[in-house]
């Protein structure tokens, strides 16, 4: 008889235990453990004052983002090249680099910092745009000096560079591609300003010359 009590208890508790009756341990309780900087490097174009934002998150010990820590604090080794306010903007100075912006924060007594480097190269008379054959103008956006030139090479896709209704734009290029080998073709710019484009074929493809 007792041999079965003891039986029929076992199997009850293996029943339970099948069901979720176990116990479980509580979730791990997130602990501040790296602040992360992103972007980590950066590259500004032209001084002084272009700008880049940096945003810092703090990390758990699983590398997932943290909440209601707070605002980083930010800080320049180098502020004769970039400076950096409280929200994380840098701002050009000079060319030279690169250098080591910091974001610290102090979340239950526990300090993290992350960094990123930046470095401001001077601005060219000339730039290269790309017209994809996979439907973009690559880089999207480019820096030039007033008086400079871009030059856009073709890949086997036929695309346009039209320029949008901007006082000093220069002529549009019409519809080119390069079946064989790149074709390419150059517009210079006298004049300061932003000139934003398009390609009259492709609605999604859209690029922006900055001269400065």
Known sequence: ?????????AALAAVLVGCG?????PPPVPVFTTLQVTPDTATLIGAPGTTTQLTATPLDQ???????????????DDAAHATVNSSGLVTSVAVGGPVT???????????????????????????????????AFSPATVNITAGGTVTWTFQSVAH???????????????TASSPVA???????????????????????????????
């Open 62 to 76: 699983n590398g997932s983002a943290m909440s209601g820590l707070g605002a980083a604090t930010w800080s320049s």
């Open 160 to 174: 346009t560079v039209t320029f949008d209704a901007v006082a000093g734009a220069p002529a549009n290029i019409g």
């Open 182 to 212: 790149s074709q390419a073709v150059s517009r210079m710019f006298p004049t300061a300003g932003t000139f934003t484009y398009h390609c009259l074929i492709h609605s999604q493809m859209t690029g922006t010359v900055v001269v400065h």
């Open 21 to 25: 009756g176990g116990t479980t341990s």
């Open 101 to 135: 912006i910091t974001g610290s924060l102090t979340a239950s007594g526990v300090t993290k910092t992350g960094t990123s480097k930046v470095t401001v190269t001077a601005l060219s008379s000339t730039a290269a745009v790309t017209a994809e054959a996979a439907l």
């Open 1 to 9: 008889m007792r041999g079965s009590v003891v039986s029929a208890v």
